[in-house]
């Protein structure tokens, strides 16, 4: 299960539903291993540090669903001409995707396109993971992580 138009598709309706069309906003989709697609936006709110990622309800439901995610994506919206953009995960959300392992695939743009995208996995995207040093070289275990 990849990370494919559909997923990205999800995530832009997803972000039609909840975002006026003059509003900048977006939303993310993530697939679980066993191919249903979750997605969700995040929390806007007077007070910065509360707000959380597109993403972060999507991988909350996926982990209350005990279910692996294997591809995530997070778009937005541009208000000045209305196109999406894919965004990359930032340090947090991909400390999250974390928990799934290394071949997760994430959205990134195309670095010469950047009206196009290309999956990634977690570990192209981070190749210097911080927890790679107290798990003797390997990318640490679901169980790992959890505990």
Do not use: K
Request: net charge negative.
């Amino acid at each position: 299960m990849t990370l494919d138009q559909a997923l990205v598709d999800a995530a832009i309706d997803q972000a039609r539903r909840r975002w006026p069309a003059d509003e900048p906003g977006g939303a993310a989709a993530v697939r679980l291993d066993d191919g249903r697609i979750l997605t969700s936006v995040g929390l806007d709110n007077m007070h910065g540090s509360v707000t959380l990622c597109q993403e972060t309800g999507a991988y909350c439901q996926a982990y209350t669903l005990d279910r692996r995610v294997t591809a995530s994506v997070c778009v937005f919206r541009d208000p000045e001409d209305g196109r999406y953009v894919i965004l990359p995960p930032c340090g947090i959300c991909q400390e999250r995707l974390a928990l799934w392992g290394p071949e997760v695939e994430v959205g990134v743009p195309d670095p010469e396109d950047p009206t196009r995208w290309l999956a990634r996995t977690l570990a192209q995207v981070n190749p210097y993971y911080w927890a790679l040093h107290f798990a003797d070289g390997a990318w640490p275990s679901h169980q790992t992580h959890s505990s």
